[in-house]
């Protein structure tokens, strides 16, 4: 059940990501704002990723 919340968690961590790297990209005003929130969710995806190995592996 764990796993599923966190491949599931993983996923929409991955596409908000990817959202807000576009909103980065191709908005007029520069804002370092999305580039934050974007890396932070990667990084977070990461980290389920991590604690998603962790669990299949023991």
Do not use: H, P
């Not at 909103?23 to 991590?50: A, P, R």
């Amino acid at each position: 059940m764990i796993i599923k919340l966190l491949t599931i968690g993983n996923v929409i961590l991955l596409i908000s990501a990817m959202i807000f790297i576009c909103l980065c990209v191709f908005v007029d005003e520069k804002n370092n704002v999305y580039l934050f929130i974007s890396l932070s969710s990667l990084i977070l995806s990461s980290l389920f990723n991590i604690i998603k190995r962790q669990y299949t592996k023991g």
